[in-house]
């Protein structure tokens, strides 16, 4: 919900309504969280700019109950064309390594589009984004944050939030007032994007022109205009001016790169740009917290910039809105650093790597591009193995938390199935005869208990006390291969083959965003202390 309490004071503030930003109201106000949601731009972006949404990103705003719409006006993709001169090999995308998902694939969908669709779904619950609405300073106390904002046309006011949040992009001015420093590197290339349509290339794949000076993408789309081309400048040309990028400007570059195959036109937006490598050195100042572009920003390779910030959101928005209603123990904001840094840090480094070798002038790199890569390829994609983990970490479904203090119990168990600090994968139950799935089952907010077993091995009142004690906070499921009243029933034995279940009885404690916090055996002793440290009921 929006506005203050009855001293005045704000919850949260959250500086920025791009996705990040939107995803991050989106989950406050499943918690009962009085914020606001502030951006200087007047408006929503109405280009693409990101346009690719992972398995994993589609999962998490699932809960939010937005995925389906966002899927409705999407482009899946599950084919790549890698076309070097007079070549062409077919890769195909996602197509091993993601049976535990029901979005086993790549969705493209312009930024404008998916702002479009979180901007309803907040308005449909009476929170509206206050545009125009710039932060032009900030002081932080032992109680709060004091913030100044301008708001177009008002002039100025003050506000107080016991926290606030920089979902503010990459020249944040959360991250400038909370002195956090921002370090990383720019790179010297300047690149295109232009959302146009283009005659002499196949519809319904992803194409990639591989030439010696870089690479040239065409990602389908359906709004505002069938495909995205993104094209890297030739070397030693002109910076970016903001300017509109000419079509015969964008025909030359499409030119080059396809050996004139390739008409483009009706462009509906094109600009040129560069790209930098740079992270927050914290995500964290006190009260003030990063997420998004604010916290880190590098290359488009792998489609990993907006899927990383809105995960960022779904990370935090759960423990800041716990911690903020009273429920949840301060200790809780210390993990979203914990966990959330090294996924940052992780993709900073992959994305540097992919950006150099796709463009770098090496003579010997731009050879491999162009003559080794698309021989290699094939032969490399043979081994599913190999494949499938290269997709699941595009797809952001093997990030872990294992190694923070929200995952508890044996991280380093042998055998199947997820430990502590793993993501719960998803499979197909029923339900009271209904057909559904785990994540959609255990989607409401709190944390679940799943007690599971191959044949009743759990008494009705296991974990009864436990949700008692948190009402509202901690929920009890069963999952068995058998029937039986609110059990989840895994009819095909998938669910217990992905959750690495034997013949004995198992209890998994999952977290509000889907992430394992405990695994053990009947006793749910460990379950209660865990659950009495970060929900502390008095």
């Known amino acids: 919900m929006t506005g203050a309490r009855d001293d005045g004071v704000l919850d949260v503030l959250v500086v920025g309504a791009g996705p990040t930003g939107l995803a991050l109201a989106a989950e406050l106000r499943r918690y009962g969280v009085r914020f606001r949601l502030v951006d200087r731009a007047p408006d929503r972006v109405h280009e693409s700019r990101a346009l690719a949404i992972q398995p994993r990103t589609l999962e998490v705003l699932a809960g939010l109950g937005v995925t389906g719409r966002l899927v409705e006006h999407g482009n899946r ?33 312009a930024q404008a589009e998916t702002e479009r669709v979180l901007v309803e779904h907040l308005a449909r619950h009476g929170v509206r984004p206050e545009r125009g609405t710039e932060l032009v300073g900030l002081e932080q106390d032992a109680d709060g944050v004091t913030c100044r904002l301008r708001v177009a046309g008002s002039g100025e006011e003050t506000v107080t939030a016991r926290y606030v949040v920089g979902c503010d992009g990459a020249h944040s001015a959360v991250r400038r007032w909370a002195g956090i420093d921002f370090e990383g590197l720019a790179y010297p290339q300047t690149f295109v994007l232009a959302d146009l349509e283009a005659d002499g290339i ?137 966990e959330r840094a090294p996924v940052g840090r992780r993709v900073l480094r992959f994305t540097d790597r992919a950006f150099t070798i796709g463009t770098s002038s090496n003579p010997l790199i731009r050879a491999a591009r162009g003559h080794v890569v698309p021989a290699v390829l094939p032969l490399a994609t043979r081994f599913r193995r190999v494949r499938g983990y290269g997709f699941r970490t595009l797809a952001q479904l093997a990030i872990r938390y294992r190694h923070s203090p929200l995952s508890a119990g044996d991280r380093r168990r042998s055998g199947r199935g997820p430990r502590p600090g793993d993501r719960l994968p998803d499979a197909p139950v029923t339900h009271g005869g209904r057909a559904t799935t785990l994540h959609a089952a255990l989607g409401g907010p709190g944390f679940h208990l799943l007690l599971c077993s191959p044949g009743g091995v759990w008494p009705a009142p296991a974990g009864a006390d436990l949700a008692a004690a948190h009402p509202g906070l901690v929920t009890v499921h069963r999952l068995s291969r058998g029937g ?26 999952i977290r509000p965003d889907g992430h394992l916090a405990r695994r053990g055996d009947t006793d749910l002793t460990a379950v209660r202390d865990d659950l009495a440290r970060w929900l502390p009921t008095t």
């Open 77 to 109: 993709t599950v084919q790549l064309r890698l076309h070097t001169g007079r070549r062409t090999v077919s890769m195909p995308l996602f197509d091993i390594g993601l049976d535990d998902t029901v979005y086993p694939y790549l969705l493209f969908l």
């Open 202 to 338: 196949e519809p319904g794949a992803a194409h990639a022109f591989l030439g010696g000076n870089g690479l040239s993408f065409f990602f389908p789309l359906q709004t505002p205009a069938s495909w995205r081309l993104l094209a890297m400048r030739p070397p030693g040309g002109p910076a970016p001016t903001g300017r509109r990028v000419e079509l015969s400007e964008l025909q030359t570059l499409a030119d080059a790169a396809t050996a004139s195959t390739v008409r483009l036109h009706d462009s509906v937006w094109a600009t040129d740009f560069r790209i930098a490598n740079r992270g927050a050195t914290r995500y964290r100042s006190r009260r003030v917290l990063l997420a998004g572009d604010a916290a880190h920003i590098h290359s488009p390779a792998g489609a990993q910039g907006m899927n990383t910030g809105i995960q960022d959101s779904v990370n935090l928005g759960w423990k800041l809105g716990l911690v903020v209603t009273g429920r949840g123990a301060p200790a809780l904001l210390d993990t979203y650093e914990a």
């Open 484 to 509: 039986g009243p609110d059990v989840l029933v895994d009819h095909t034995g998938r669910a217990g083959r992905l959750l690495g279940l034997g013949g004995d009885a198992v209890h998994l404690l």
